[in-house]
């Protein structure tokens, strides 16, 4: 069933997936050199080789199984090369489960102040002094081999939203010379490099990426363009356009996706792994996530508040804390608040994706699917 057998380069195997009655969901195994992993799957994010706030020991403990880092930032910050002479990323970060590395296409488009975009590459201003940079899917997949990551992604553009036709389809174009040009740069083995499908919000382009870029025989594929501020059923719209081009046998990942609607609409159309900001994000500003919605714990609704976030929830900060104690030291600027919410919105999000599986395998998750959305006010 792993059908990456005889496949160079290549050890993001997956093994055969078991569908549920519904087309799409299915709950596989993800061959790693750091481990096999359960999807569907969340990867918390650790743009600059940490998860902001949590240690490696919490990120084990609450079921994480891949990370997310940012080339663009290592790159620009330590360097690349320092990473390397560490040991890699793994060793740096004292991580032993799996990494994915972004390629730094989007980061470039959405922080460095943009200089310019040629077909050789894109360059830009670093945000953090100024200089300037230059990536290219040469440089992009030099950069992530030598953080080490288990899976890497091709140097992309992440067309904005919304983009003129004619503008996309260009962009599209170039990415999948890119996506070839990542994949002769790419000379680590035990290490997987997954394309990403782009396409703007056209149907026809996310066909023509996904074909163009399943015949040149990725181990996995990204999906991206997405999540950048389409309205969701748009998103859901290129979901259904794109999935099914895409190999069952292989690890669809939805990028910068997302909040818990967003993820049980794409387990359904087929996608494997997630990653988001989201939940590190708004627990900096004391937003807690549940099954019922978001909980501003900061509220004075809370002050004296002596549950915990969620009675029903597993996690460090629901075990062991109360409301009114987590608003207490978000008011007063405590770290360890900040610590807690985080600690709660990773665990929500690893346990919701935990429970997706648990309902694929056990051949109910549209009722799952259905009971989660009635509950969940957006
Ligand atoms: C760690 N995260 C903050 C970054 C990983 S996901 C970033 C990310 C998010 C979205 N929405 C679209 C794209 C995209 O089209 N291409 C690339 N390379 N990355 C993307
Ligand atoms: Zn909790």
């Given at each position: 069933t792993c059908a990456f057998a005889g496949q160079k380069k290549v050890l993001a195997a997956y093994e055969e997936a078991v569908k549920c009655g519904y087309s799409g969901a299915r709950a596989g195994r993800l061959h790693t050199p750091h481990g096999v992993f359960d999807t569907p799957m969340f990867m918390p994010v650790g743009?600059?080789?940490?998860?902001?706030?949590?240690?490696p020991r919490e990120l084990k403990e609450m079921g994480a199984q891949i990370i997310l880092s940012n080339t663009y930032h290592l790159y620009l910050r330590p360097g690349t090369e320092l990473v390397a002479e560490a040991g890699g990323l793994h060793r740096f970060m004292d991580w032993d489960g799996g990494i994915l590395t972004d390629s730094g296409g989007f980061q470039v488009f959405s922080l460095g102040p943009l200089r310019k975009i040629t077909e050789e590459g894109a360059a830009f201003r670093s945000h953090i002094d100024g200089s300037t940079q230059f990536l290219s899917p040469e440089i992009a997949i030099k950069a992530q081999m030598n953080l080490g990551a288990d899976i890497i992604m091709a140097f992309d553009e992440c067309i904005?939203?919304?983009?003129e036709y004619q503008y996309a389809k260009l962009s599209t174009e170039r990415t999948t010379r890119w996506a070839e040009r990542s994949q002769k740069a790419h000379t680590r083995s035990g290490q997987a490099l997954f394309a990403i499908v782009q396409g703007g919000m056209y149907q026809d382009l996310r066909r023509v990426s996904a074909n163009d870029l399943v015949s040149l025989d990725f181990p996995g594929y990204g999906i991206g363009?997405?999540?950048?501020?389409?309205?969701k059923p748009v998103m859901y719209e290129m979901l259904e356009q794109t999935v099914?081009?895409?190999?069952?046998n292989k690890p669809r990942y939805l990028m910068g996706v997302g909040t818990p609607d967003c993820l049980v609409e794409a387990v359904r159309y087929g996608i494997d792994m997630f990653d988001c900001v989201f939940p590190t994000r708004v627990a900096r500003n004391g937003t807690a996530m549940t099954k019922s919605g978001r909980l501003?714990?900061?509220?004075?609704?809370?002050?004296?508040?002596?549950?915990?976030?969620?009675?029903?929830c597993g996690c460090y900060a629901c075990q062991n804390f109360s409301r009114a104690y987590i608003r207490h030291l978000l008011k007063a600027d405590e770290i360890f608040g900040l610590r807690l919410t985080t600690i709660h919105n990773l665990y929500f999000l690893l346990d919701f994706t935990k429970k997706m599986r648990q309902a694929i395998l056990e051949d109910r998750f549209l009722s799952f699917r259905e009971e989660f959305l009635a509950q969940y006010c957006k």
């Open positions: 743009t600059q080789a940490t998860v902001k706030a949590v240690s904005p939203y919304p983009a363009g997405l999540s950048v501020g389409e309205p099914p081009l895409l190999p069952e501003v714990v900061k509220n004075a609704a809370y002050a004296k508040d002596f549950l915990p976030i969620d009675e029903n």
